[in-house]
C-alpha cells in the first residue's frame, strides 16, 4: 500500500515554471512505475508524463515534451515534475498516481492516487 501527496502547486505567469512533488509513504515506492495526469477545468483527466521504477524511461504527452520532466528519488520516495515556459492551458489539478509493474500513460492502469495539487497559469 502506498499513499501519494502532491505539493507545489500555485499560481504562476506564462512563461514561468514549478516543479511539483508528489511523497509516497508506505512500502513498495521503489518497484513502483509513477506518473502525473492533470484535468482542466470541465475536461477529463489526462496524461502528462511517466517515469518507470529505475528512472531509466520516462515519456511524456507530446504537448509538454520539451517544457516538462519528470524525475524521481527512491530513496526520499519523491515524484518530481519540473515544469518549464508554463502556458494557460497547462492550467489544471495535478495528480501523481503510482502502479506496480506497468510502465504507460493509460490512467485506468495506476492503482494509486493523489488528492491533486492546482496549477494556475494566467496570461
Known amino acids: 500500500q502506498v499513499q501519494l501527496v502532491e505539493s507545489g502547486g500555485a499560481l504562476v505567469q506564462a512563461g514561468g515554471s514549478l516543479r511539483l512533488s508528489c511523497a509516497a509513504s508506505?512500502?513498495?515506492?521503489?518497484?513502483?512505475?509513477m506518473a502525473w495526469f492533470r484535468r482542466a477545468p470541465g475536461k477529463e483527466r489526462n496524461f502528462v508524463a511517466a517515469?518507470?521504477?529505475?528512472?531509466?524511461?520516462?515519456s511524456y504527452v507530446d504537448s509538454v515534451k520539451d517544457r516538462f520532466t519528470i524525475s524521481r528519488d527512491n530513496d526520499q520516495k519523491v515524484v518530481y515534475l519540473r515544469m518549464n515556459r508554463l502556458k494557460p492551458e497547462d492550467t489544471a489539478v495535478y495528480y501523481c498516481?503510482?502502479?506496480?509493474?506497468?510502465?504507460?500513460?493509460?490512467?485506468?492502469?495506476?492503482?494509486?492516487w493523489g488528492q491533486g495539487t492546482q496549477v494556475t497559469v494566467s496570461s
Open positions: 508506505g512500502r513498495g515506492f521503489g518497484t513502483y512505475d
Open positions: 517515469i518507470n521504477w529505475s528512472g531509466r524511461s520516462t
Open positions: 498516481a503510482g502502479t506496480p509493474k506497468s510502465f504507460t500513460s493509460e490512467s485506468s492502469q495506476y492503482r494509486y
